[in-house]
């Protein structure tokens, strides 16, 4: 469920007709619903019900400032994975203790940061950096606190390019040698062992995996506490899917997410941290369009529309579906044609869908691709000069531009030219 609807024969976000918004920032922008955002944090809030828990959400997935700490108060944490998001949560008001570490590839700068700005706990991946952090807490005169991410080899059953919890990706340390792992964690002196992580991969449409990998590390924190561990936290990851495609996807819903949880580790008396991203921040957010040109090529129609694969990577990254429609409501029973919906950038890699049934669109119309809050506007990039674009973000019938369209002055001043060139 989101809040943007058709009403009066315009598309709206919560009550503001896109065409305002196209009006007064320009195409192509992102627009992010702020109920609908509250909606699907709350919709994890009551899965997880009265366990104790912490949802973290995954600010890779979008780690606006408007929206981070929207969500923060609400009462979401933060999944940080770089020293960067760990200062955008921080700059948006999150408490350290509510922030936690992910990331195989910490440096001994970004572990500083987090020691000294406050971290609820780092999730571990692997023994050197466990060495390294220990010596930067030791350097400090503090204890880090740690998780350390188990790779349980779960299938996924996801896209390859974000499946991460079988043996052969790059994440974790394999669950048959956690034992070995967490001992030798123990006894570095600035570590605190306080738990588990696991996180299996993204876009999960199937709980089975889920459930495999967290009664996996059900069986685990039983033997670590038989081992003498402490293991008080349990971070799931994130990873629950959403139906990109509506009219042909169902994903399982928070709810019954919160069941797998509530059954392989509820009993366990541990407090449970998930990472949601996109489930929280996909569908509150559209990029919107404009369509510059119809061409009629050999045998198709392409329409060439102001954004391209550099404003919103994922249908020429992972070959992603995001439904695509019209600002302006189609009259009834329109009849639809295929198109070819591309971008201006000069690779052929630069096409949102091909062959995809729309109602007749012409020159200026605009177009809204669904589902795009996440991982939309953070992959984005410069590639062709093309500036990022805005993110705009409404409340009720008030909308704001919460990360301005850079001036072209702007992008090429960042360029330095040495003198001797
Ligand atoms: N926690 C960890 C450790 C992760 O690696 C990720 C996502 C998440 C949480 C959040 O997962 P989510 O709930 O959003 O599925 N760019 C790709 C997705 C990459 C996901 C990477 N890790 C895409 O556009 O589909």
């Not at 408007?66 to 999944?79: E, F, N, T």
């Not at 929280?280 to 369509?291: E, K, Q, R, Y």
Request: glycine letters at 10%.
């Amino acid at each position: 469920m989101d809040h943007f609807l058709y009403r009066n024969g315009v598309m709206h976000a919560e009550d503001v007709p896109l065409t305002d918004i196209a009006a007064r920032v320009g195409t192509p922008f992102y627009v992010y619903s702020t109920a609908t955002l509250t909606r699907h944090f709350q919709l994890f809030e009551e899965a997880l019900g009265d366990l104790p828990h912490l949802i973290c959400f995954a600010m890779k997935s979008n780690s606006n400032q408007a929206v981070i700490k929207h969500l923060a108060s609400l009462g979401a944490g933060m999944d940080v994975v770089s020293g960067g998001e760990y200062l955008r949560a921080k700059a948006a008001g999150v408490p350290g203790e509510k922030i936690v570490f992910s990331g195989i590839g910490k440096t001994a700068d970004e572990m500083r940061l987090a020691l000294t700005g406050g971290i609820r706990q780092f999730n571990v991946e692997s023994e050197p950096e466990m060495q390294r952090l220990s010596r930067v807490a030791v350097e400090l005169g503090a204890k880090a606190p740690i998780t350390i991410r188990v790779n349980p080899d779960v299938d996924a059953k996801t896209h390859a390019k974000i499946a991460t919890g079988r043996s052969e990706d790059k994440f974790g340390i394999p669950i048959a040698r956690a034992r070995e792992v967490y001992a030798l964690a123990a006894s570095l002196p600035g570590l605190e062992v306080i738990g588990i992580d696991v996180h299996i991969g993204s876009q999960l449409t199937d709980l089975e995996p889920f459930e495999i990998a967290y009664n996996k590390v059900a069986e685990l924190t039983h033997q670590l506490r038989a081992d003498g561990h402490t293991i008080s936290r349990l971070d799931l990851g994130g990873g629950l899917g959403i139906p990109y495609e509506r009219s042909n996807s169902a994903p399982p819903l928070p709810i019954e997410y919160g069941e797998v949880i509530k059954r392989t580790v509820g009993h366990l008396g541990c407090e449970i941290e998930i990472e949601p991203g996109r489930l929280i921040s996909g569908n509150a957010g559209l990029l919107v369009a404009s369509t510059i040109y119809v061409k009629n090529g050999e045998g198709r129609d392409f329409l060439i529309l102001d954004a391209a694969m550099n404003d919103l990577i994922r249908p020429a990254m992972y070959g992603a579906w995001h439904d695509i429609v019209p600002v302006l409501e189609p009259t009834p029973g329109a009849e639809q044609a295929p198109y070819d919906i591309v971008g201006p950038v000069c690779e052929s890699g630069d096409t949102f869908a091909k062959q995809r049934n729309m109602p007749p669109v012409k020159e200026g119309d605009l177009i809204a691709f669904r589902s795009a809050g996440a991982y939309g506007a953070v992959m984005s990039s410069e590639y062709n000069t093309r500036p990022l674009i805005p993110e705009v973000l409404v409340k009720g019938d008030q909308f704001a531009v919460i990360r301005a369209r850079p001036s072209f002055d702007d992008i090429i001043n960042r360029d330095t030219v040495p003198e001797w060139v």
